[in-house]
């Protein structure tokens, strides 16, 4: 088998001096320059499976090279050495090719990594008969590794026949630009840091993410931070030793364990709590984690991705959330854009969304009226994809024929719109304030539909449908025919109703 060889350029001599013997204990063979004119000499004298450059060299930048690489030998994965929180260098070094990056001063640990991950994409190169053309990122910071999307040659024969993130329909610009990023940012071994509104499909990104990396074949383990209890959090993530408290009965492994060679996906990141964050960021920095109970600490390989639709910097600069643990997730940051951003989409979702509760329930969806498709595309959907879901649930539901008519949908006259710029959390447990006799109406609601106060609207709305439904059904002696009569719907949507809320 032949050696593999590495090319360092750097002018600072002890650094070159210190990744010549880290590079040489891992059996590349190494050579060396530093000077631009010198490194272009090397790449042209022969072939090598990896490069790695400074930022600063004494007769160009490091930027030279990366484009010089990418344009002459684009078979080549290079990466850069930038100063530590060097954001834009980090940023400018991924436009100009470069797969990954690591800061000054080198963590060794980070480098070997890096090393093994280019030397696996310069092997899936050479298996590729295509050429590979130039990558470009978006957004990036001390950590990242970018590559390029899966319809290029980089990727394995799966991912290049199947089109990217198959989960994220849209042909907005929105879309084709997140879509593009989320191509970029797949292969890196860097946290990512996932924003936006509430209902966007946050989650749907990460798992996007997770299947196009080559750590696809490994674990993809959501988390709901804000739905762990404090008490549980480190038993939870770390797992646990059988008698280490009341109650643990067998070893336990935690989320960590479970997400071995694949990702961790922290759902609602900002709800974790301060003590937490601290046990959080040592797992995440030495890749270690010990569970409750136990003497010694377990090694874990997994690749963080986190959401929440809250203002994670607003949260650190109000002492809410660990500044430290912030820029440890916040490598690569990815905004999911709200629905009235992507409008343009709306037809392809809707007919995705009623073709999905057709097959799940077993009937033939109805289609979108004219009007109907009019009506939300007037609509700014502050619940964005989540909320059209729902809306389109219902209104199939509803409906009486084979089309969805524009009131079946119901809309909400007074929505509020959020905020573009700052993710805020959505009301979720009243109605939104206008007025005062808004304020009326929204107080007295569970009144007017007979249901438990303190409830969503559309939770109040299912539990009204379910009492209606079941008082029905008893009044008719359990004879779905009259029942649905009695309620003015089809026998289609009765049963469609049934199955939904689980009456038998």
């Excluded at 891992?26 to 060396?32: H, S």
């Excluded at 990460?206 to 988390?223: D, N, Q, T, Y």
Aim: hydrophobic share 40%; net charge negative; charged share 25%.
């Amino acid at each position: 088998m032949q050696t593999p060889t590495a090319l360092v350029i750097d002018d600072e001599r002890d650094i070159r001096e210190l990744l010549v013997v880290t590079l040489t204990r891992m059996g590349l063979r190494v050579e060396t320059a530093s000077t631009v004119i010198s490194a272009k000499q090397q790449l042209a004298s022969q072939d090598f499976d990896f490069c790695l450059t400074d930022m600063r060299l004494p007769d160009g930048s490091g930027m030279e090279i990366l484009t010089h690489i990418n344009e002459h030998y684009p078979l080549t994965p290079a990466a850069m050495i930038t100063a530590f929180g060097n954001v834009e260098a980090a940023v400018e070094a991924l436009k100009a090719g470069a797969f990954d990056f690591v800061a000054k001063p080198v963590d060794l640990g980070v480098l070997r990594d890096l090393v093994r991950h280019a030397l696996k994409l310069r092997a899936e190169r050479n298996a590729s008969p295509e050429p590979m053309p130039p990558a470009f990122a978006d957004q990036s910071s001390q950590t990242a590794s970018v590559a390029n999307s899966p319809a290029t040659a980089g990727e394995s024969k799966k991912a290049a026949a199947a089109p990217p993130c198959p989960r994220l329909r849209g042909q907005s610009p929105a879309m084709e630009q997140l879509r593009q990023t989320i191509a970029k940012v797949a292969r890196s071994q860097a946290p990512v840091y996932i924003w936006g509104e509430s209902g966007t499909g946050k989650e749907l990104t990460a798992r996007s993410i997770h299947e196009e990396s080559p750590r696809a074949s490994g674990p993809f383990i959501p988390v709901n931070c804000g739905a762990i209890p404090a008490e549980l959090m480190e038993s939870e993530f770390f797992g646990h030793k059988k008698g280490s408290f009341t109650g643990a009965h067998a070893d336990k492994d935690g989320l960590f364990q479970a997400a071995h060679g694949g990702t961790l996906f922290l759902d609602e990141v900002a709800e974790l709590p301060l003590p937490m964050q601290v046990k959080l960021l040592r797992a995440i920095q030495e890749k270690t984690v010990r569970p409750v109970g136990a003497a010694t600490e377990i090694k874990v390989d997994v690749r963080i991705l986190s959401a929440t639709h809250k203002d994670l910097a607003r949260l650190v600069e109000e002492g809410k959330f660990r500044h430290d643990l912030y820029y440890r997730i916040n490598v690569i940051e990815l905004r999911v854009p709200p629905l009235r951003e992507r409008r343009c989409d709306l037809p392809l979702l809707a007919e995705g969304i009623l073709k999905r509760l057709g097959e799940s329930h077993g009937i033939t969806p109805p289609a979108l009226d004219a009007s109907a498709m009019a009506a939300l595309d007037q609509y700014p959907f502050p619940g964005n994809i989540r909320e059209l879901e729902n809306l389109l649930e219902r209104a199939m539901t509803m409906s009486d024929g084979d089309r969805i008519m524009a009131d079946d949908l119901h809309l909400p006259s007074n929505a509020p719109i959020a905020p573009v710029e700052t993710p805020v959390p959505q009301p979720t447990t009243a109605l939104p304030y206008t007025s005062t006799p808004a304020q009326a109406a929204a107080t007295s609601l569970s009144e007017i539909i007979d249901c438990e106060s303190g409830l969503a609207l559309p939770d109040a709305i299912e539990q009204m449908e379910r009492t209606t439904i079941e008082q029905a059904l008893a009044a008719n002696r359990y004879n779905k025919t009259k029942t649905a009569a009695q309620l003015g719907i089809t026998f289609r949507a009765l049963r469609y109703k049934l199955k939904k809320l689980g009456i038998d």
